[in-house]
């Protein structure tokens, strides 16, 4: 399994980001996908994970401002970010093959960089 992010950028303090993450290569089912975090100097963090029957999960700091979703048959995933915080500022990774909304998966991308200025 292969996963690309895209639209990451560079957006001021109270604007808005949508990410996605689109999934490829020999797959059979991904119960789980998610979106994980991590800035510099800190450990990776969960921000959202939705399952395949769209049940999801939210960190307390994303709550109210992140709305993540899911197209299965499409293997596409998408996290819209509004009334960003300089606090979110991260590199976020698309992650895939967890059996759980809490841990992720072993399957990584790469990565997209999210900057959010004062």
């Known amino acids: 399994v292969h996963l690309v992010e895209s639209g990451g950028g560079l957006v001021q303090s109270g604007g808005s980001l949508r990410l996605s993450c689109a999934a490829s290569?020999?797959?059979?089912?991904?119960?789980?996908m998610g979106w994980y975090r991590q800035a510099p100097g800190r450990q990776r963090e969960l921000v959202a994970a939705?399952?395949?029957?769209?049940?999801?999960n939210y960190a307390d700091s994303a709550k109210g401002r992140f709305t993540i979703s899911r197209h299965v048959t499409e293997k596409t995933m998408t996290l819209e970010m509004s009334n960003l915080k300089p606090e979110d500022t991260a590199r976020y990774y698309c992650?895939?093959?967890?059996?759980?909304?809490?841990?992720?998966?072993?399957?990584w991308g790469k990565g997209t960089l999210v900057t959010v200025s004062p």
């Open positions: 290569g020999k797959i059979t089912e991904i119960y789980v």
């Open positions: 992650n895939a093959g967890s059996a759980a909304l809490m841990v992720p998966g072993p399957t």
């Open positions: 939705i399952s395949t029957d769209l049940r999801t």
